[in-house]
């Protein structure tokens, strides 16, 4: 009699072998079925037939998953467990039985060259990835992978605040509730002499059956949160952001020497200057300008811009390469810096200090007399600078209030330098980039690294004048290296999200502003709204919506423009010490225009770059998000014992569950719950970005002046709650008079009750 399976409608084992070898996807019983063309009477015995060579060792089970045994499927789930000399992710199998296949396989993780944050994964995190088989057998990782979703970050180390019990050991409350949900036990001996309140990274045991709390170990005490510096380190904990360097880089970094004239222009004699903040510890940028002698250019200007050149000291694939490609860019919070390069480099070798030998790469630009950008070119020089100004000082020199040391430098620099910058304005002006008056306010720390005060600098032509020349410097790289063909990394923005804009339209609509629909959208378009709401009431909260309608700017090796500044092709050149990107660039023009040592490698080609772009890129937003929330954290901090206090704000976020209120004086952002306003029931309508009373009508706006109460401060968190004093705004009479009758009817009803209670 013939068994069921040797059917021919059925396949034999063989074929089945043949078949889970060559699948790329997801391999079960129903795509067997499907791919065989089997009924359902028959995949009971399909069934039996795959659990049969279970049984021989031929197939493995995996999440119901089929592949050969010994090998990785096409999609497996692993867990990130370091980086290789180059610093790049290297990920293992999460379920793999070394006893019976050895050790488990290594996979090389790629990151996509247009990755999402929830495709950038690191160390720790666990991960579902697509994985090739290199075929290079020289290779000890013959496998690649790429992320196609991110399970898991990084769970085992947890961040919190330590609450010791009597007779030892404590608890642990977590600061990321997204990351942890519920308190941790910390067994006695398991503190690692933690106090109370100390701010703590432990490592999280595995989870045991039976009730009680998940129990976990300190591995690293990192302060008191009695100090505000304590709050920079949550940061940088919860996001990884490296900020210890590697002691080869190190190494590195201090057997750096001084660059020599040797195969450098001299530029020595250049008065050249840096302008930056007050309280700056590196410089890398410095400017000159002068009339162009040329006759054909009456009213034109030669401007030079020099910049550090890292790349002399930073050469690819070298140990400080590797760690600046990992942390990508500095980052920079009110206590500290978490530098991309170690200080040898870059507030020694590599900044620009007045009259020290410094070796740069700069342009000089020739502009025109309407501000254009006529030709340029690039050069690797020794330079001095002649002076170090801060914005303030600069611009108070001209205008009037020179000091000792801009003095002397007013008339052959300093007002040069000004006229240039008044000529390269109406190019600007022309051109119409974005036009966003939002400016950012910054937290001043005592010297025992309290907050002080928050302040907004003045924005100042000192500024500006420094961004214009840059802009022009960063336009320049990038038009060499295109005409070179060299690969680059450029700064691209993308144009708004059509839905975005549809969204700002209905907003601008219940202002009687219109933004028309046809045509192509353009940075000018935006800005003549911006001009309409100039010293209007409502002037922050469009300025504040227009930027929500933003694209984000990124790095990436294809160009599609910088919509922003309104710019055809635009690269990162004038900040090498802490952007990556720029040190990229830096290497291509050096290889470009043939300057010596330490060019761009040829095999980093637009692949390479494209994949170094979507990394940098996620470490630039990593950083951003640090950034803000220890500002956050710091203002809640600040706050914490002014609770009950008034404050004067408006509405920056409307949402179902409530009101995002930011305070005026310290720009500090609270939330208002929606229950708690009024006696009204309150629905969220998105068109109008407004809570609206059910009842009475009553509307709260985005943008809406309001007096709110502080409630409630947790500084771990960064969060405050407010209670709304102020009352709304009506759409008519009619509405008022409704609202003021359903209150006196409410307060009548009180009374009432309380005469009932009485008797």
Request: net charge positive.
């Amino acid at each position: 009699m013939t068994r069921p399976h040797t059917k021919p409608s059925l396949p034999s084992k063989d074929d089945l072998l043949a078949f889970i070898g060559q699948q790329s996807g997801k391999i079960g019983t129903r795509e067997i079925a499907r791919a065989f063309g089997l009924k359902n009477a028959d995949r009971a015995t399909l069934k039996r037939m795959l659990r049969e060579l279970a049984d021989e060792g031929r197939v493995e089970r995996r999440r119901k998953k089929l592949h050969h045994p010994g090998t990785l499927p096409p999609v497996v789930v692993t867990d990130i467990t370091a980086r290789d000399a180059d610093g790049e992710l290297i990920a293992l199998p999460t379920e793999w039985d070394e006893a019976e296949h050895g050790p488990a396989p290594k996979i090389r993780v790629r990151i996509p060259r247009r990755a999402r944050p929830n495709e950038v994964a690191g160390v720790g995190d666990r991960a579902l990835l697509r994985v090739e088989e290199s075929g290079e057998k020289d290779d000890p990782i013959r496998h690649t992978g790429r992320v196609i979703k991110l399970i898991d970050r990084a769970r085992q180390r947890v961040l919190g605040i330590f609450r010791a019990a009597p007779g030892g050991g404590g608890r642990l409350a977590p600061i990321d509730k997204k990351q942890l949900g519920h308190e941790l036990s910390i067994p006695a001996g398991a503190g690692a002499d933690a106090r109370d309140g100390d701010l703590v990274a432990v490592e999280v045991a595995p989870r045991r059956r039976g009730f009680g709390l998940a129990s976990a170990r300190v591995t690293e005490k990192l302060g008191s949160l009695a100090s505000e510096r304590a709050v920079s380190l949550i940061a940088i904990h919860a996001h990884s952001i490296p900020h210890v360097f590697p002691a080869a880089a190190t190494a590195e970094a201090q057997a750096a020497k001084p660059a020599r004239l040797a195969g450098r222009e001299d530029w020595r004699a250049l008065a050249l200057v840096t302008i930056d903040p007050g309280d700056a510890k590196d410089h890398d940028d410095a400017v000159y300008a002068a009339r162009d002698g040329d006759p054909n250019n009456a009213g034109g200007f030669v401007i030079s811009v020099a910049i550090a050149d890292v790349s002399h000291y930073v050469r690819p694939g070298s140990a400080l390469d590797r760690e600046a490609l990992v942390r990508g860019n500095s980052v920079y919070f009110p206590d500290r810096v978490v530098p991309m390069l170690p200080e040898r480099i870059s507030n020694d070798l590599c900044s620009l200090r007045p009259g020290e030998d410094r070796a740069a790469l700069a342009v000089r630009l020739v502009v025109g007399a309407d501000g254009r950008k006529r030709s340029h070119s690039f050069h690797r020089v020794l330079m001095r600078s002649a002076a170090r100004l801060s914005y303030v000082q600069a611009q108070a020199a001209v205008d009037g209030w020179p000091d000792e040391t801009t003095g002397p430098l007013l008339a052959s620099i300093l007002e040069p330098l000004y006229s240039a910058y008044r000529t390269v304005k109406r190019a600007r002006d022309a051109r119409a980039p974005l036009d966003l008056d939002l400016p950012e306010r910054k937290i001043v720390l005592t010297a025992h690294n309290t907050v002080d005060r928050v302040m907004t600098p003045e924005r100042l032509d000192a500024h500006r004048l420094i961004e214009e020349f840059m802009i022009l410097a960063n336009v320049a790289a990038a038009e060499t290296l295109e005409r070179a063909r060299v690969p680059l990394i450029y700064r691209v923005h993308d144009e708004p999200d059509p839905e975005r804009v549809n969204a700002l339209r209905e907003f601008l609509q219940s202002l009687d502003i219109s933004l028309p629909k046809a045509g192509a959208l353009r940075a000018e378009q935006f800005n003549r709204i911006l001009e309409r709401v100039k010293g209007r009431d409502v002037e922050k909260l469009v300025n504040e919506v227009v930027l929500r309608t933003q694209a984000q700017a990124e790095y990436a090796a294809e160009n599609y423009g910088h919509f922003g500044l309104n710019l055809r092709r635009y690269a990162h050149f004038t900040s090498p010490i802490r952007r990556y990107a720029d040190l990229i660039v830096h290497r291509g023009l050096i290889r470009a225009v043939r300057l010596g040592d330490g060019g761009l490698p040829q095999e980093q080609d637009v692949a390479a770059l494209g994949e170094i772009g979507a990394q940098i890129s996620a470490a630039e937003r990593r950083a951003m998000k640090a950034e803000r929330e220890t500002f956050d954290r710091l203002l809640a901090h600040f706050l914490a014992d002014r609770i009950g206090a008034t404050f004067e704000g408006h509405i920056s976020g409307a949402t179902r569950a409530g009101l995002f209120v930011k305070l005026d004086d310290t720009g500090a952002d609270g939330f208002v719950p929606a229950r708690t306003i009024g006696a009204d029931y309150f629905r969220y309508h998105e068109d109008r970005h407004a809570l609206i009373g059910a009842r009475s009508g009553e509307t709260h706006r985005l943008g809406d002046r309001v007096t709110v109460r502080l409630i409630e401060a947790a500084p771990v968190a960064g969060a405050l709650r407010f209670e709304l004093l102020s009352e709304g705004r009506y759409n008519d009479a009619r509405r008022r008079a409704k609202r003021e009758r359903a209150a006196h009817a409410q307060s009548a009803n009180r009374a009432q009750r309380q005469r009932m209670r009485k008797r």
